[in-house]
């Protein structure tokens, strides 16, 4: 079901730790997967994609991890720094869709 | 660097006035859509916008709602008889086409506020 409320999940780590957040996705049919970023009273931003025909995705500094086996999405950042706090979404979409699906947040505090 | 644009920043109304959001999608880009965020929850689809139609809505977007891409730069939301449950910053996307005719990576505005009194 649909997770809704003002309290979101909170990840709190040390800045240079590196981060993990998870992601449940509830549709099998969902074949494209992106996490987002939204600092305070900004729009989301994207950070990073994988298609269902992988299971590891690198950036810079930010790797998606897919398992299709139990529907679950993860997003790590190496180094964590400052600046990466924000709420991180992950988003969900199926072929012949345009409509991502948003998952509920996590919001991510870089201790100094 | 491009962006989608977005006016106003806030508007606060009545309920049953009229409102319309505006949007400046990236110039080169084909798909437009608008996503809306209430407060402390997650962003929700209402529409997705392609050669000047609509190419999906989702079960929010009632006949309350209406989309409209007036010239070849602006892409507006119109709420009908706005409604206290319609409070919540609305965020205009835009995308290119992406690789195997995916709509490609969306590039959010920095959202318009929309608080109904």
């Known amino acids: 079901g649909e997770s809704v409320g003002l309290h979101l999940p909170t990840l709190s780590v040390q800045e240079g730790d590196n981060s993990i957040i998870n992601c449940a996705y509830s549709?099998?049919?969902?074949?494209?997967f992106i996490w987002y970023k939204q600092e305070s009273g900004k729009g989301p931003q994207f950070i990073i994609d994988i298609r269902s025909n992988m299971d590891k995705r690198q950036g810079q500094r930010v790797t998606v991890l897919l398992n299709k086996t139990v529907k679950h999405l993860s997003l790590q950042i190496a180094a964590t720094q400052p600046g990466d706090s924000a709420v991180y979404f992950c988003?969900?979409?199926?072929?012949?869709?345009?409509?991502?699906?948003f998952g509920s947040g996590t919001r991510l505090q870089v201790q100094p | 660097e491009p962006e989608v644009t977005q006016t106003p920043s806030h508007q606060v109304t009545q309920m049953g006035q009229e409102v319309i959001l505006r949007c400046v999608p990236i110039?080169?880009?084909?798909?437009f859509y608008w996503y809306r965020q209430i407060l402390g929850q997650k962003v929700e689809f209402l529409v997705s916008?392609?050669?000047?139609?609509?190419?999906?809505k989702s079960e929010i977007f009632d006949d309350q709602f209406s989309v409209e891409r007036p010239d070849g730069s602006n892409f507006t939301l119109k709420i009908r008889s706005t409604k206290l449950e319609d409070s919540a910053m609305y965020f205009c996307?835009?995308?290119?086409?992406?690789?195997?005719?995916?709509?490609?990576?969306?590039?959010f505005g920095e959202g318009s506020r929309l608080t109904v009194l």
């Open positions: 988003a969900e979409n199926d072929t012949g869709r345009r409509a991502l699906t």
């Open positions: 916008f392609y050669n000047n139609e609509i190419s999906e």
């Open positions: 110039s080169n880009h084909l798909y």
């Open positions: 549709n099998s049919a969902s074949d494209y």
């Open positions: 996307a835009s995308s290119g086409v992406g690789a195997n005719n995916y709509a490609g990576e969306l590039f």
